[in-house]
Structure formats: C-alpha cells, structure tokens
C-alpha cells in the first residue's frame, strides 16, 4: 500500500493560516471519514491533533481544524505561533489497516 | 495516569532476533488496542500494525506482514513486537501507541517513549 501524499514542506508567517493536504484514494481517504492528524515536534512522540476529519481531542487549540473532499483531507492551522513549527502527518483508515502521510514540515517564518 | 512505557535502545546485528515490549500502566490492558508505529531515521510515520490483547486479535499492514509478529501478555500489561531476523533497514524508533477510546483502534492518543532499534554489523 502507498503512502498518502502530503506537500514536503508548508510555510507561513505568525498570525496567518496555513493548509495542508493530504490526498489518497476511494480505498482509504475517500472512502472514510477515519482521518486524522498527528504534530511530531523534533525529537518527540507524535500527538493527535484531529481525529475523525474534523474532530480535536481536549487541548487541542481550536486554532487547527480539518476537512475532507472526495480523496483529499486537509488540516488548516490559523493563527499560526511559533510553537506550531513541526512534522504534521495524516494517516488514514485502509480498509482493516491504516496508513500515514509522508509528512510535511511546517515552517513558521 | 495512563501510560505506556517501552523497553530500551537495542543495537543488534544482521540477522539477529529481537523483542521489545510496551508495558502499559494506569488502565485495563485488555480493553485497549495497542498498535506500533515505526520512524527511519530522518523519515516519516508507518504504521505497523495493532493488537487487542484482550482476545490477542490482531492487524497488520500488508507493509509488514510477514516481516514482524505483534502479540501481547495479558498477565502483565505488555504489548511486543518481534523479528525472527533482523535486517539493516529495520533501523529505526519504534513506538507503541494506543487509542483513549474504548473499543477504537484509532487515533493514537496515547504514545510510548519509543525504542531506537539499531541493526549493524
């Protein structure tokens, strides 16, 4: 199974809105509303940031927001800080498995 | 607090076996799926596969299926993830993660510290 396909790299200075994409196929984006989002700052475990395409689990800043249209999900981030600086990846349900982004690097100017 | 905490750094040689765990703390083990997730370094997520250690039923990515064995010890709150030969590219940090909510396999709310697995000769 292929990786979903992210941009290598995003940027945006603070205090504006960044998007980032994610596009698969009707096998695993497309056909599933079980998209979610994980920040991965250096050296440190990934956090879930949007689960269920749009949903933020308690503590996520409200700031981040996801999407989805056909086979494309996306995670929008407004209001960008400085704190936001980090590896995102998607990950996808497959059908009986899961399947992440390659990753994007946020970069905030 | 729940948690999940992974066995040490290993450095292997080719072809060796391996074994490492995730003991999981503060909840009960067997109502939760526990999955792995491994990073090559300088690379991105991929995800492994995940366990219900409550009935040990478990899912693999056609990725590494074959390649690596998920299993689990309900006696002691531990999840594994094991090769019977060690290869080169299995460098990597591996970690184990599991859902906060019943019944799912996903997302990963919770996440081990992760296990550097290193594989040279």
Not at chain 1, 29 to 40: A, D, E, I, L
Not at chain 1, 96 to 109: A, D, E, H, I
């Amino acid at each position: 199974q292929s990786a979903l396909t992210q941009p290598r790299s995003v940027s945006g200075s603070p205090g504006q809105s960044v998007t980032i994409s994610c596009t698969g196929t009707s096998s695993d984006v497309g056909g599933y509303n079980y998209v979610s989002w994980y920040q991965q700052h250096p050296g440190k475990a990934p956090k879930v940031m949007i689960y269920d395409v749009t949903k933020r689990p308690s503590g996520v800043p409200d700031r981040f927001s996801g999407s989805k249209s056909g086979n494309t999900a996306s995670l929008t981030i407004s209001g960008l800080q400085a704190e936001d600086e980090a590896d995102y990846y998607c990950c996808s349900y497959g059908g009986s498995y899961w399947v992440f982004g390659g990753g994007t690097k946020l970069t905030v100017l | 607090e729940v948690q999940l905490v992974q066995s040490g750094a290993e450095v292997k040689k080719p072809g060796e076996s391996l074994k490492i765990s995730c003991k999981g703390s503060g909840y009960i083990f067997t109502n939760y799926w526990i999955g792995w997730v491994r990073q090559m370094p300088g690379k991105g997520l991929e995800w492994m596969g995940i366990i219900y250690p409550g009935d040990s039923d478990t899912r693999y990515s056609p990725s590494f299926r074959g390649q690596v064995t998920i299993s689990a010890d309900k006696s002691i709150s531990t999840a594994y993830l094991q090769w019977s030969s060690l290869k080169a590219s299995d460098t990597a940090m591996y970690y184990c993660a599991r859902p906060d909510t019943l019944g799912r396999k996903d997302p990963f709310d919770t996440w081990g510290q992760g296990t550097m697995v290193t594989v040279s000769s």
